[in-house]
């Protein structure tokens, strides 16, 4: 059983009611968001880049970590890195400087793991993410399947313990 949520303030308010993790497993090289375009341009045109898309995000990494909360990520890149990887990169050291936890691993050794990013909060609330194809978030669709649950905590462990730390991938 499944339900679809669009984004927006019901998508939003998964990363405010967890309690204590989120995590997020990314496989795509690309991702297209109208919010964060211009930095991403400014980026891979070699300007500085204005962070104040990001500042909303931030923060509230900032706030929840405060509160014990700990949020965590995969990134599973195609190495060489596209310029969107590269950015995430760049973007990753705000976050990770926020209090978020941003891994990499190449995607040779992601043979293993699903194909499609997900979130997974407090290790009992499975939302995997729906893209058009260009690449647009479309929503999450939330997960209530114990078995699946469990599986998508199992990927999450194996996807942790092959990544590198970012400024160890970074190096």
């Not at 496989?27 to 991403?40: G, V, W």
Request: with cysteine; aromatic share 14%.
């Amino acid at each position: 059983m499944s339900r679809f949520i669009e984004p927006g303030p019901e998508f939003g308010q998964l990363f405010r009611s967890f309690e204590h993790s989120a995590f997020r497993l990314e496989t795509r090289d690309q991702y297209k968001s109208a919010n964060e375009a211009e930095a991403l341009r400014q980026f891979v045109a070699g300007e500085p880049v204005d962070m104040g898309w990001f500042e909303n995000w931030l923060a509230m990494i900032r706030q929840a970590t405060r509160e014990g909360k700990r949020y965590a990520r995969v990134r599973v890149v195609t190495v060489p890195l596209t310029d969107y990887s590269r950015f995430g990169l760049f973007c990753s050291g705000h976050t990770n400087g926020a209090g978020e936890d941003i891994r990499y691993l190449d995607r040779a050794q992601a043979a293993d793991l699903p194909n499609y990013d997900y979130w997974l909060f407090d290790s009992r609330l499975l939302v995997r993410m729906h893209f058009d194809q260009d690449e647009t978030f479309l929503g999450g669709e939330v997960i209530e399947d114990p078995a699946a649950i469990v599986q998508h905590n199992y990927w999450r462990d194996a996807a942790w313990h092959k990544a590198l730390r970012r400024e160890d991938f970074a190096a």
